[in-house]
């Protein structure tokens, strides 16, 4: 875009009484980015990034399949990310870093526009809630320093922006309606409003389809409301609401056999899934000066977990009983949270020996509760029916987690090209649980409370090259308190070490990253992640035992290149442009000590040096995006290694195929879009285009247990239009 404007550049006398205007031309011209992905800056919203690995995804800029939050193709320029492919619907996104496991995302801290969305990112860390990709303006990935600004997590920050209201128009409107392979039906409509003073924006997206498996039906809503009030010029304040619920048919796993036969098959239908989500937050932003800010988050969560189904290992066939004519009764899992929490965060810029520097520091309160019930006796139908035909569950937990942290950071401009930035988070944490885990006189278990009192600190570092391109390093430490299915016993028998760790450890990077003009973007580095303390379980005196079995390291290159080759001759090209990006993390996660006391007797026990569980040792993303105008179409490769499933790196799968190596996969993926008369665009693809046959995980319970499937070949059209 070329904006002309004229300048007043002086006056030309040409008569006694008249005077000519001269005026000089200005080309503003907007500039092309080189890519899709951003990075943070320095400071935003009293967050310091300076000096951290960061990306930030544009979602209205890539071609992806957004009705399903198909996460390989919007994370494909994020190198590293794992990603567990075991459900077609996008209901549930499972990502991790640096060989971390990606169930439910539990490594990182999971956020939507600042707040906590999991169910307690320190007793159960799983995320149930993903909003939908559409709603998505950006999405923030800060790797491991972000320990220190959001909280202990080994995986760093995971934070996704909704969308707010056009303040360029009083109302504005978008919607978006898709259909795709095994009756997919996705709609999503949002309305915004704006005035001098105020602004809301909301949408309401629903989701369904059969799915790609036998017995993978889902269903899906999603509505949310966000109000901005802006009471004078330092005071603004906001609050949002949003509410989701779903239903989802789990077709379960698979035994090795059974999936090479048809990954598409199932032996499941009486399963289901479902967690009703609402999470609230409301927003208070100060500008005490143009030096200070403050901002105060208090956000809450009501939320629930609900499943019901046939639960017995995969070898065992759910069938009708000839006796009774009937299926044999469902089991009834049922969590409910509650959780609430305020951040106050605030941000400083002062001078000191001839710079501006910038401090940055907060606090946070937590606290959250779980209420458990499960195994409970369930109908013998096949929909889902969530009823007790007894009237006590057979476990009944409950777990409260109190948390306090106050944490600061501050960047030190050394000269004009260096940056420091040292950094500290305080945390008291407080577990406690009580209940029962079986109804009978040894099954009550005595209530736990532990309290754990700690100090992260972390020095990042960023050196300016050129204008566009600086060198990163960092290093922080990294906390995982003990979660709440690791304390409690999985039955009367197992024995829960009294000694307990929290696993503890530490990130660090080193990188290089930029931009050179408008046709090359790149950031290269290495990491290593220390993970000490891991837990598990060990058989004692043939007991089993739950105790920490000992320490991983992790250590790679993660490396991003894109480059636009027509750029570097010309901005104006009559044929369109063409991009190449290479998205690429060589990853090597072992054990590197294990703690068994059985080692004396057993050497070949150990897993001393083996590879750590579903940690592969590659992961490449490849693709090309071709635009022309109105025009655009991406193709993308992603190439991924293979993984062990359990510590033991065993190689062939148990008969319940819980355990065993995965194979690598490559999928390649197809989408394209046109833009007309600037309010519409339609957009189609085809996801596994070579309909690869492959799995990213295998299950010992839910959604399983065995292997899972991810999808075959689908295809989906969109069309939408905003105005």
């Not at 990709?133 to 202990?152: D, H, N, T, Y």
């Not at 509650?338 to 020996?353: D, I």
């Not at 220390?530 to 005196?541: A, C, E, F, K, P």
């Amino acid at each position: 875009m070329v904006i002309n404007f004229c300048v007043l550049s002086g006056y030309s006398q040409q008569s006694d009484t008249t005077k000519t205007l001269l005026l000089n031309e200005i080309i503003i011209q907007e500039s092309q980015s080189v890519s899709e992905i951003e990075r943070m800056p320095d400071v935003k919203e009293n967050v310091l990034y300076a000096g951290k690995k960061t990306e930030v995804i544009q979602l209205e800029k890539i071609n992806a399949d957004l009705s399903i939050n198909n996460t390989r193709q919007v994370f494909a320029k994020v190198p590293g990310i794992s990603i567990w492919e075991n459900e077609g619907s996008g209901i549930q996104v499972g990502v991790s870093v640096r060989g971390l496991s990606p169930n439910r995302s539990w490594e990182f801290n999971v956020r939507q526009n600042g707040y906590d969305i999991s169910s307690d990112p320190f007793g159960y860390p799983e995320t149930y809630y993903t909003p939908p990709m559409e709603a998505l303006k950006k999405i923030e990935v800060i790797r491991g320093a972000a320990s220190l600004q959001f909280g202990p997590q080994f995986g760093g920050l995971l934070n996704y922006q909704i969308k707010q209201a056009d303040k360029s128009k009083p109302v504005s409107f978008e919607t978006s309606q898709t259909i795709g392979s095994y009756a997919l039906f996705n709609t999503y409509n949002a309305l915004g409003l704006t005035s001098k003073k105020a602004s809301f924006y909301g949408f309401l997206h629903h989701r369904s389809a059969d799915g790609w498996r036998e017995n993978s039906r889902y269903s899906i809503l999603t509505g949310y409301l966000s109000a901005n009030y802006q009471i004078s010029n330092k005071l603004n304040i906001s609050g949002e609401y949003t509410n989701m619920n779903y239903k989802s048919q789990q077709p379960g796993g698979l035994t090795d056999a059974q999936f090479e036969d048809n990954p598409r098959q199932s032996m499941r239908e009486r399963n289901w899934f479902g967690a009703p989500f609402s999470v609230a937050s409301i927003t208070l932003k100060y500008e005490i000066s143009a030096t200070i800010n403050i901002q105060l988050k208090t956000f809450a969560t009501f939320a629930e977990r609900n499943s019901v189904g046939f639960t017995k290992s995969i070898t065992t066939k759910d069938s009708i009983n000839p006796a009774t004519l009937q299926y044999s009764a469902r089991q009834v899992d049922r969590d409910n949270y509650q959780n609430y929490g305020t951040e106050a965060r605030t941000s400083v810029r002062y001078a000191f020996l001839g710079n501006e520097h910038i401090f940055a520091g907060g606090i946070r309160i937590y606290t959250g509760q779980t209420k458990r019930n499960q195994l409970g006796t369930g109908t013998t139908g096949n929909d889902f029916d969530l009823t007790l035909t007894t009237p006590q569950y057979g476990r009944s937990l409950s777990f409260e987690t109190n948390n306090f942290a106050a944490f600061a950071e501050n960047i030190f401009y050394v000269g004009k090209k260096l940056k420091l930035i040292p950094g500290f988070r305080l945390e008291y944490i407080e577990n406690s649980r009580s209940g029962y885990i079986n109804t009978s006189q040894t099954g009550t278990l005595p209530t736990d409370n532990r309290i754990r009192k700690f100090l992260l600190y972390g020095l990042g570092s960023e050196y300016r090259i050129s204008e566009k391109t600086n060198i990163y390093a960092n290093y922080s430490l990294a906390y995982r308190p003990v979660t709440f299915s690791e304390l409690t016993p999985s039955g009367t028998t197992e024995v829960i070490d009294p000694n307990l760790k929290d696993a503890n450890g530490y990130n660090a990077d080193l990188g290089y990253r930029g931009t050179v003009k408008n046709y090359l973007s790149f950031d290269v580095g290495v990491f290593f992640l220390h993970y000490d303390n891991r837990i598990g379980t060990i058989s004692q005196n043939g007991v089993p035992f739950k105790t920490n079995i000992g320490t991983s390291e992790s250590k790679g290159i993660e490396s991003y290149i894109e480059i636009n080759p027509i750029r570097i001759f010309t901005d104006d090209s009559k044929i369109g442009t063409l991009s190449f990006f290479a998205s690429n993390a060589f990853i090597n996660a072992r054990y590197i000590q294990w703690n068994n006391p059985a080692i004396a007797q057993n050497p070949a026990t150990s897993i001393e040096n083996n590879r750590v569980e579903n940690a592969p040792k590659f992961i490449h993303r490849f693709g090309a995006t071709y635009n022309l105008k109105s025009f655009s179409a991406t193709f993308q490769l992603n190439s991924v290694g293979d993984v062990f499933t359990d510590a033991e790196n065993s190689e062939t799968p148990n008969a319940t195929a819980t355990t065993g190596k995965l194979s690598g996969y490559k999928v390649m993926d197809l989408a394209c879009s046109y833009k007309f008369k600037k309010q519409y665009s339609i957009k189609a693809g085809i996801n596994n285009l070579a309909n690869e046959k492959y799995a990213t995980r295998r299950a010992g319970g839910y959604p399983g247990p065995g292997i899972l499937p991810a999808n075959g070949r689908t295809v989906f059209i969109t069309l939408s239009a905003s105005f």
